[in-house]
């Protein structure tokens, strides 16, 4: 087994700009901001790789579903419930798909968004579409 970095379970300091303080925060607030951190992650991976094709031609996760009661990075719990990253998952699964490559997941007041659009067809070729994208502050 892998033991995790130091810092590897505290997001609180992995991400010290997104989440309150370790000190505030409940059992609920860890559980919903991993699972926010985790549904970002599987979103991006999903996405760059089909950004990626025809160059890539695929992926997949590593664990699907989680046997036991753990802490580990399954998109189904235990008890056969979707976490958050079940659902970022499939939608960056779907036939048809807009996504945006950005730096950055959050931003602070006065900083510069930056993204690039790209849209994905699964199987079949290329072809051009016109998007339209509304930034909500």
Not at 76 to 89: A, E, G, N, Q, V
């Amino acid at each position: 087994h892998r033991m995790p970095d130091r810092g590897y379970f505290d997001i609180g300091v992995t991400y010290p700009t997104y989440f309150k303080p370790r000190s505030e925060q409940t059992w609920q607030d860890f559980v919903r901001y991993s699972q926010w951190v985790q549904a970002v992650g599987y979103q991006y991976i999903a996405e760059e790789f089909r950004r990626g094709k025809p160059r890539v031609s695929g992926f997949t996760t590593w664990e699907f579903n989680e046997p036991w009661v753990d802490f580990n990075w399954g998109v189904i719990d235990s008890r056969l419930i979707p976490k958050h990253s079940f659902y970022t998952f499939k939608r960056s699964c779907a036939k048809r798909l807009v996504s945006a490559r950005y730096a950055s997941p959050v931003w602070a007041a006065g900083e510069t968004f930056a993204a690039e659009i790209f849209y994905s067809v699964e199987g079949s070729a290329p072809s051009k579409v016109a998007v339209e994208a509304l930034l909500v502050d």
